[in-house]
């Protein structure tokens, strides 16, 4: 699986505690037949602002989750 993140601080939202979203791209090869799937999720990740989470820990946390 190839995973691209993309991070983004975030103000103003109706969750007051978000301090980051993101924007995940993966995509997984079928060792079966060789196919491929691109998948994109949005998440809001974290109350943690940029200094406490970089975007290697916070996609560690989103393939974790």
């Known amino acids: 699986m190839l ?3 993309k991070v983004s601080t975030v103000k103003g ?5 978000v301090r980051q979203a993101a924007q995940i791209k993966r995509r997984y090869t079928d060792h079966k037949t ?7 999720v949005y998440a809001v990740l974290t109350s943690l602002i940029a200094g406490q989470a970089t975007a290697d820990q916070l ?6 989750h």
């Open 34 to 40: 060789g196919g491929a799937t691109a998948k994109t």
């Open 3 to 5: 995973q691209k993140i």
């Open 59 to 64: 996609a560690r946390l989103a393939r974790d």
């Open 13 to 17: 939202l109706l969750l007051p505690a």
